[in-house]
């Protein structure tokens, strides 16, 4: 037995294809029958692109740390949480699965971290596939998304979203257990 599944390859990366990757993730969310979708969004910018496909469905929005390029800033305006909240996204503010005290000790000691060496054999298939892994461990862990249950988890190279995949999600402390089922869309290059 086999299923066929469309996989969209983008020529190119980044912002610019951030509502095609929406799209797409709604058409395969409809065709699945899955109700959680994760994004990643520091500003908010995708978040709010989001809401408009994403109405009803439980739409976990992984917006980083505070502090995460400066001490004690917030990359998501105040104004932007509320209009992710009032249009009935969760919100998950948490350390990077793959990297927090990894990357700390990498900085002061020079040394590489499993987390990072993860984050990098994931970057191998996009940076939005490590993104969407990673962001999809810390909904689960923020208990806004069920171990186990089939999600779609979407994220990016830098800014916008570029990347879907359909996975099934585990705690960060289980990651081994997390099935990456089908890559919808993400940058060919």
Do not use: W
């Not at 294809?17 to 520091?42: N, P, V």
């Amino acid at each position: 037995m086999s299923n066929e599944a469309k996989t969209v390859y983008f020529k190119g990366k980044g912002k610019e294809f951030t509502e095609e990757t929406l799209r797409l993730a709604k058409e395969r969310a409809d065709q699945l029958g899955i109700r959680d979708i994760i994004i990643a969004s520091y500003t908010g910018y995708t978040a709010l692109k989001a809401l408009d496909y994403f109405q009803g469905y439980n739409l976990v929005v992984v917006a980083g740390v505070f502090g995460f390029r400066e001490p004690n800033q917030d990359r998501l305006p105040p104004e932007v949480k509320a209009e992710i909240e009032v249009g009935g996204g969760k919100i998950v503010r948490a350390a990077h699965a793959f990297g927090t005290l990894g990357r700390a000790v990498n900085r002061r000691f020079g040394v590489i971290q499993i987390d990072e060496i993860i984050a990098h054999v994931l970057r191998v298939f996009s940076q939005g596939v490590k993104v969407g892994c990673e962001c999809a461990c810390m909904a689960v862990d923020a208990g806004h998304v069920s171990a186990g249950d089939e999600a779609i988890s979407i994220g990016g190279t830098s800014t916008g979203a570029d990347t879907a995949i359909v996975l099934k999600p585990s705690n960060t402390h289980t990651f081994f257990d997390t099935r990456v089922l089908e890559i919808i869309c993400k940058p060919r290059e």
